[in-house]
């Protein structure tokens, strides 16, 4: 059973961070493309960051210097460290896993997803 379990969600200032959490169950994501993901009220889902087998990373336009994804193979999780968080970031966050592709040059349809955490970034 392939399973996928976002965590770390919240309220927070802007210019606050937060810590998101992408746990794996099921499988080793040491062996995956992982990506974040993220969809407001209204506006198309987009790819905020992706970290791949071979450990290459992508980020968002929009995020970079912000935002920083990393892995932790021992404890089966990804990670997507946010800070000088603005209004803007506010979204549903999700992560979501490819055991097939080895690069993060392409945003590309994953087959598993979890089921995203609230992240709210408002005075």
């Known amino acids: 059973q392939v399973q996928l379990v976002e965590s770390g969600g919240g309220l927070v200032q802007p210019g606050g961070s937060l810590r998101l959490s992408c746990a794996a169950s099921?499988?080793?994501?040491?062996?995956?493309?992982i990506g974040w993901f993220r969809q407001a009220p209204g506006k198309e889902r987009e790819r905020v960051s992706c970290?791949?087998?071979?450990?290459?990373?992508y980020y968002l336009d929009s995020v970079k210097g912000r935002f920083t994804i990393s892995r932790d193979n021992a404890e089966n999780t990804v990670y997507l460290q946010m800070n000088s968080l603005k209004p803007e970031d506010t979204a549903v966050y999700y992560c979501?896993?490819?055991?097939?592709?080895?690069?993060?040059?392409?945003?590309?349809?994953?087959?598993?997803w979890g089921k995203g955490t609230l992240v709210t970034v408002s005075s």
């Open positions: 979501a896993a490819d055991p097939y592709g080895s690069s993060c040059l392409f945003d590309y349809d994953m087959p598993y």
């Open positions: 970290i791949s087998s071979k450990e290459s990373t």
């Open positions: 099921g499988f080793t994501l040491a062996y995956y493309n």
